[in-house]
C-alpha cells in the first residue's frame, strides 16, 4: 500500500478512486512545471487526430469504438437509420457536418443504429411521450386520420 501526498489514508493502488487522484495530483504537478505542456500536446494530437475527443467520448458513452463506428456508418450506407438521408447539421463552432448520432435504448444502453441529429432528437422526444401518444390514440371516438 502506498499514500498520497493529498490522502492521509493508505490506499490499494489498484482502485479507481487512487488512479483519479494519482493523475489530478500528476496533472498538477505538470501544470506547475511546464503550463504549456498540455496545450502542445493537445495541438499535436488534434492535427494527428481531428475526431479524437469525439472518438473517446463514443467509447466512454457508448462503448463504441472507431471501427465499429465505421462498420455501422457502412453498413448504414453513411445515412440515417430513420429517414435514410445523410447528416445535414453544420456544427456552429467547427463550421463542418456533424458525424451522425449514435442512437441507443437509455434504459438498456443497447445501440440501435446511427441516426441525423433531427430524427435523433424527434426520437429522444418520441420515447419520452409514446406512453401519453398511444394513451390518446387508444381513447374511443378519436378521429382516423
Given at each position: 500500500m502506498t499514500t498520497l501526498k493529498s490522502v492521509a489514508l493508505?490506499?490499494?493502488t489498484n482502485?479507481?478512486?487512487y488512479k483519479r487522484a494519482y493523475a489530478r495530483e500528476y496533472m498538477a504537478r505538470i501544470r506547475k512545471s511546464d503550463p504549456g505542456r498540455?496545450?502542445?500536446w493537445e495541438e499535436a494530437r488534434n492535427?494527428?487526430?481531428p475526431d479524437w475527443r469525439q472518438a473517446a467520448a463514443r467509447k466512454r458513452k457508448y462503448g463504441v469504438t472507431r471501427e465499429q463506428y465505421a462498420v455501422m456508418f457502412l453498413e448504414q450506407n453513411g445515412v440515417c437509420a430513420?429517414?435514410?438521408l445523410p447528416e445535414r447539421y453544420v456544427n456552429k463552432r467547427s463550421g463542418l457536418v456533424d458525424p451522425l448520432s449514435?442512437?441507443?435504448n437509455h434504459?438498456?444502453?443497447h445501440v440501435r443504429g446511427l441516426l441525423c441529429r433531427n430524427c435523433n432528437r424527434q426520437l429522444g422526444w418520441y420515447e419520452d411521450a409514446m406512453s401519453n401518444i398511444n394513451a390518446y390514440l387508444a381513447r374511443e371516438g378519436t378521429p382516423d386520420g
Open positions: 493508505p490506499v490499494a482502485t479507481p478512486e498540455y496545450k502542445r492535427e494527428r487526430e430513420i429517414c435514410r449514435i442512437d441507443h434504459r438498456t444502453n
